[in-house]
């Protein structure tokens, strides 16, 4: 039986996590494996908000010859296609859930306001945020961390398609070792790549801590809301 040391969390989900192993578009089969996690979790009593990315169908800084701004503007849109996708999922599963947007578009979601989203949460609603921060040149590790400090949470939560963070890449060298702890300042000086340095930076000044943790496996969601730091890496 699990017993959660947190009360509230935020989430961040990438887009290419709902991608699977397509890398692109939205794999309904692992949206339902994610959502079944969500709710093992919410089932627990823990309150919980999501921030989901749009990679697997735009990455704006990576555009060649458009805008930065327009691109990133597209980059939001795409999220708020993996949003809507996460709600029905976990609707499905009954549970209440409200999308928040950055950027207004009232006919499907709500614009995001700090009480609203914190009530939301209170009365046992999961809060998924969409368009990122609203802002170009920020991404939505910067909106994890960035909400994460406005909801209040107690620990933000990087669901990977890898079990924590290595000092180097476990695909290409199977010596790489994995680290249980981390500071903030080390992501930054050895320059890894689990969120940007902008997002480490605003939860090191807000003190949120960070655990990096494998989506692969449903069980390790589990253990990281109980304190199990064996199933990922906790960065503080």
Not at 12 to 22: M, N, P, Q, R, V
Not at 85 to 106: F, G, K, N
């Amino acid at each position: 039986m699990y017993h959660p040391k947190y009360k509230r969390v935020i989430m961040k989900i990438s887009g290419e996590a709902l991608a699977g192993e397509t890398q692109t578009g939205i794999n309904q089969d692992v949206v339902n494996k994610i959502t079944d996690s969500i709710k093992s979790v919410y089932d627990l009593g823990v309150e919980i908000a999501l921030v989901v990315g749009g990679g697997n169908f735009w990455r704006g800084k990576t555009s060649e010859g458009m805008d930065r701004t327009t691109a990133d503007h597209m980059g939001m849109l795409a999220t708020v296609i993996n949003a809507l996708a996460i709600q029905d999922a976990l609707e499905t599963r009954e549970i209440p859930v409200r999308v928040q947007t950055a950027l207004e578009m009232s006919r499907i979601a709500e614009p995001y306001v700090r009480r609203r989203a914190m009530r939301h949460l209170e009365k046992g609603r999961i809060v998924v945020f969409a368009c990122g921060t609203g802002n170009p040149f920020f991404s939505t590790d910067t909106a994890v961390a960035l909400r994460g400090a406005e909801i209040e949470a107690e620990v933000i939560l990087m669901a990977k398609n890898i079990d924590g963070v290595y000092d180097s890449d476990p695909a290409k060298n199977p010596n790489a070792k994995k680290f249980s702890e981390m500071k903030y300042m080390d992501i930054i000086s050895n320059e890894l790549q689990v969120m940007d340095n902008t997002a480490v930076t605003l939860c090191k000044e807000n003190k949120i801590p960070i655990i990096v943790f494998g989506i692969e496996d449903p069980e390790n969601m589990l253990k990281v809301i109980s304190g199990d730091n064996s199933a990922g890496t906790i960065i503080r």
